[in-house]
């Protein structure tokens, strides 16, 4: 009993402390647009019901699996500065300054009112059999590997009707069309197979602006998608190999939406406290936490974990946060990080479910606690049985 209270420390008081720490910084990722969300939100759609449509079709043909690509907030943010420069400047493309993302353009003359989404994909979609690069926006719509676009336009009046102009943008992370060398002619296994462009860091793919507001839930929202499939990796990559080292089957770890959600109570609401790491008297999760001062960002998911990793060998209960995020039978996990800009610190959350490291002396050895023990407390909120 006494390991169980150990790993499942914060519920109770991060809880009372989570009405001060709720504040909505999310909304920084949202475009103020005059025309009406409604008409946004169609033509959102639009987009990525037109990109997985050529995606479902073209990429099992080339021998490949349906990979979805989801919209990203972001990104259209960033498309939209971007459309809204070059409409400035009579609809001409422009290099942008930042190329950490694949960037698809189209301009259309002469009309006061934007071009359809199909009218766009279809244009993009007719050079396809004139070979790359002719072929180049829609070898990036249909890359693979990019799972994340955010389109958006920018109209430029003029008194002159045959001069009025729409430029529309859309960007793609990770960006396709890279190496594309390695594979011509066979273009079509790069698309298929090529990776996203490689030296992108999660930092450059997220941009810096948004690296602070992880807190938002929507998994269309890549800084957070992103992020969890971070902290998935940093987790599971290691539970495949110790799982396997302690000679038992490797147990994976899934997302949990509430996990998370609780996690970022007790992140922002710690982080507000100065990141002064408050223990909970009672806890119905497994908990492990990282605290990191006098940087300008948050950790990496990686680092965090390898944190934990790194006190492995010091003894139970040191290497409790280690035992917790390898044991078996949490099956799981939802994190969540706060920064406070004032005291440069951060606080990193992880909740498992069902927790770990309960009742570890009854077992022989601490391997088979990990990979044998079950779980304690309770699954997450929307899961029956875990
Ligand atoms: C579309 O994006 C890809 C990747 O950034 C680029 O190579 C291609 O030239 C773009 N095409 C157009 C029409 O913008
Ligand atoms: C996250 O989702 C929950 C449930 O849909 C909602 O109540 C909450 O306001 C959302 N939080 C943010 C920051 O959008
Ligand atoms: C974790 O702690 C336990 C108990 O002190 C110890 O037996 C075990 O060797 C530690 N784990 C590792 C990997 O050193
Ligand atoms: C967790 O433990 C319970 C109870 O012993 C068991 O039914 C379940 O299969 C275990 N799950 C995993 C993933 O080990």
Not at 14 to 28: G, L, M, W
Not at 98 to 109: A, C, E, I, P, T
Not at 123 to 144: D, F, H, I, K, R
Request: charged residues 20%.
């Amino acid at each position: 009993m006494k390991y169980f209270a150990l790993a499942l420390t914060l519920l109770m008081a991060a809880t009372a402390a989570s009405a001060e720490a709720d504040s909505p910084q999310s909304n920084n990722l949202r475009t103020q647009e005059s025309k009406s969300s409604r008409q946004l939100a169609s033509r959102q759609s639009d987009w990525i019901n037109s990109h997985n449509s050529v995606r479902r079709k073209y990429q099992k043909q080339y021998g490949g699996t349906y990979s979805r690509i989801a919209w990203s907030n972001g990104l259209k943010n960033k498309a939209a500065a971007l459309a809204k420069s070059m409409a400035n400047n009579n609809c001409q493309y422009e290099d942008p300054a930042n190329k950490d993302y694949g960037l698809n353009f189209s301009r259309s003359m002469g009309s006061s009112s934007a071009p359809s989404v199909s009218g766009i994909m279809s244009m993009w979609e007719g050079t396809l059999s004139q070979g790359y690069p002719a072929n180049g926006a829609m070898t990036q719509v249909l890359w693979s590997s990019t799972k994340y676009v955010g389109c958006a336009d920018a109209y430029k009046d003029n008194t002159d009707p045959t001069k009025r102009c729409y430029a529309t943008v859309c960007l793609y992370a990770k960006a396709g069309n890279c190496n594309m060398k390695t594979y011509l002619p066979e273009w079509k296994n790069a698309v298929v197979s090529g990776s996203g462009s490689l030296e992108q860091t999660e930092s450059n793919l997220r941009g810096s602006d948004e690296l602070r507001n992880v807190d938002e839930n929507s998994s269309r929202n890549l800084a957070y998608a992103t992020r969890a499939e971070g902290w998935l990796a940093a987790h599971n990559s290691r539970r495949e190999k110790y799982h396997q080292e302690f000679q038992s089957t490797y147990s994976p770890l899934s997302w949990s939406i509430p996990l998370r959600r609780q996690a970022a109570t007790f992140a922002k609401s710690m982080a507000a406290n100065d990141c002064t790491i408050e223990r909970p008297s009672d806890m119905k999760y497994g908990i492990n936490y990282n605290k990191r001062v006098g940087y300008s960002n948050i950790p990496t998911t990686e680092w965090v974990v390898k944190s934990w990793e790194a006190k492995k060998d010091e003894g139970y209960p040191a290497n409790g946060s280690f035992t917790q995020a390898m044991w078996s039978n949490s099956t799981y996990l939802g994190c969540a990080d706060a920064y406070n800009a004032n005291k440069k610190c951060s606080i990193s959350i992880c909740l498992y479910a069902k927790a770990g490291n309960c009742n570890m002396n009854n077992y022989p050895s601490w391997e088979e606690a990990i990979t044998q023990g079950p779980g304690c407390g309770l699954c997450p909120p929307d899961v029956q049985t875990c």
